[in-house]
Nanobody, 123 residues
Framework: QVQLRESGGGLVQAGGSQRLSCVAS????????MGWYRQAPGGQRDLVAV???????NYADSVKGRFTISRDNARNSVYLEMNNLRPDDTAVYYC?????????????????WGQGTQVTVSS
């Protein structure tokens, strides 16, 4: 079993910055893509940013130039640096990881989610 534990988040004023962290633990062989998604009240869960194991990144248009995703493969961790935050960034942010785990006689790719952390941006 694999767990993703997020930290960071909270209340911040518009224009401020915040950093989210997520660490994966458990029976991990390796981790492929890691990413952050968010879900605003009444909305769907949308991609914010994703990073490959080799460091390739992709961002939602709404956060380009303001958010930076990074990872530390040795620590099985992914980070999201958020700058120039806006009220419409308010959401629950979820960490995601595509993890290779070992099962009897084979390896399997499994999609894991963190429990989510609230980010609230006040105007």
């Amino acid at each position: 079993q694999v767990q993703l534990r997020e930290s960071g988040g909270g209340l911040v004023q518009a224009g401020g910055s915040q950093r989210l962290s997520c660490v994966a633990s458990g029976s991990i062989i390796t981790i492929n893509n890691m990413g952050w998604y968010r879900q605003a009240p009444g909305g769907q869960r949308d991609l914010v940013a994703v990073i490959t194991r080799s460091g390739g990144t992709n961002y939602a248009d709404s956060v380009k130039g303001r958010f930076t995703i990074s990872r530390d493969n040795a620590r099985n961790s992914v980070y999201l640096e958020m700058n120039n935050l806006r009220p419409d960034d308010t959401a629950v942010y979820y960490c995601n990881a595509i993890v290779i785990v070992k099962e009897v006689g084979t390896f399997r790719s499994v999609n894991y989610w963190g429990q989510g952390t609230q980010v609230t941006v006040s105007s």
